[in-house]
């Protein structure tokens, strides 16, 4: 049975003094003048003894469960972060310590797995273009070639290089916002211009692959960071204009809703699998070949979600009514909205 670790200290203090006091009480209620004095000293030492003995036990049940705890965590290590911490208590507050500290370790385990990941992932993304210069030079230096040809090489690494570079300057982005080096600074932005701007800069390329454009603005202004919501629907767009065909459709928009502004992009692509959209948000993920990366890095997605939860928002994805991917951007009017960043890689329900 589960008890307060507070409430059992007093009540055996409590019943060692009330043992200790009744025997003082019959000692004192002898009538016997040469007796009551040798009572009174046995009742004494006696007391004593069981004082400590009580006390000794008491205190060592008090102690033991912090000793197995200490025991167990000196154990966990970097590669053992699997294991979970128990205590033979059945105090309310070394349960509660302990149901605190595993919920910590299942934290830093999860951390742990994400770093794993992160670290394998880049180093994946870093190998490949990596070893298509490396082939690309070598064979450029077995025979003497004409200066097209080596033209054509040095283009060729030049892209690949521009790719790394990219990648490095997201990763570094990222890290620094997870430290909170990146910050926003909001000021009042009229959301329908910037959307407006947006697409009309995107526009050459919308009109390169035939898509038709949709643009919903009817926003009202709020404060935020323009040039990082701006980096936030570019990211959106860029992997739109990658996951979708040629002669699809793109519908950029943004709307007044009761917490602040919805503002969302839907392309008319292949969609995403309900089984990549817990993981849509991570870093380098591979999703569906349908709708595979291509030659992006893999983190305009881990941006996009990072700018959205600087602002108190999230990134809902899903998908739309006509199956292509749908991603909505809540951002909240002005205090934080927690629960809305904890939703980040919920579905959205199809219109």
């Given amino acids: 049975m589960s008890r307060a670790l507070h ?13 200790g006091l009744s025997g003082a009480a019959i000692a004192l209620s002898i009538d016997n003048v040469l007796l009551r004095p040798f009572l009174l000293g046995f009742i004494v030492v006696i007391g004593t003894f069981a004082t400590f003995v009580g006390a000794w036990r008491l205190a060592r049940s008090a102690v033991r469960p912090v000793e197995e705890i200490t025991a167990q965590a000196t154990r966990i290590e970097a ?30 385990d999860s951390a742990f797995r994400a770093q794993r990941r992160l ?18 030079m ?16 040095l283009r060729s690494v030049l892209e690949e290089t521009e790719r790394l570079s990219h990648m490095c300057e997201d990763l570094l982005w990222l890290t620094r916002a997870e430290s909170r080096l990146i910050t926003a600074r ?8 910037l959307v407006r701007d947006l697409v009309e800069r995107y526009h050459p390329r919308f009109a390169a692959k035939g898509f038709e454009v949709r643009a919903q603005v009817a926003a009202p202004r709020l404060q935020v960071d ?7 629907l570019e990211e959106l767009l860029d992997n739109a204009l990658e996951h979708t065909p040629p002669g699809g459709s793109i519908e950029v928009g943004a709307a007044e809703e009761p917490f602040g502004v919805r503002m969302w992009v839907e392309d008319s692509g292949s969609g995403i699998a309900p089984a990549d959209l817990p993981h849509i948000f991570e870093p380098f993920y591979r999703a569906d070949p349908a709708r595979s990366r291509g030659s992006g890095a893999g983190l305009g997605l881990s941006v996009a ?38 939703r980040a890689s919920a579905s959205v329900p199809a219109a």
Avoid: C
């Avoid at 909001?186 to 211009?193: F, K, M, Q, R, S």
């Avoid at 323009?226 to 936030?232: E, Q, S």
């Avoid at 999230?314 to 002005?334: D, M, T």
């Fill in 79 to 108: 590669g053992t972060l699997d294991q979970r911490l128990v205590a033979e208590s059945e105090t309310d507050e070394y349960r509660g310590l302990v149901a605190v500290l595993n919920r910590m370790l299942e934290r830093i």
């Fill in 138 to 153: 070598e064979v450029a230096l077995r025979a003497e070639r004409t200066p097209r040809e080596y033209q054509r090489v």
């Fill in 305 to 342: 979600l990072a700018i959205a939860r600087m602002h108190g928002g999230g990134i809902l994805a899903g998908n739309g009514a006509e199956g292509g991917a749908r991603f909505e951007v809540e951002l909240p009017r002005q205090s934080p909205m927690p629960e809305v960043a904890r």
């Fill in 186 to 193: 909001p000021a009042l932005t009229d959301l329908n211009v």
């Fill in 119 to 136: 670290t394998a992932s880049v180093s994946h993304e870093f190998r490949t273009p990596l070893t298509a210069m490396q082939g690309e």
């Fill in 226 to 232: 323009a040039a990082l919501v701006t980096k936030l």
């Fill in 7 to 19: 409430r059992t200290l007093a009540v055996r203090f409590a019943l060692t003094m009330g043992v």
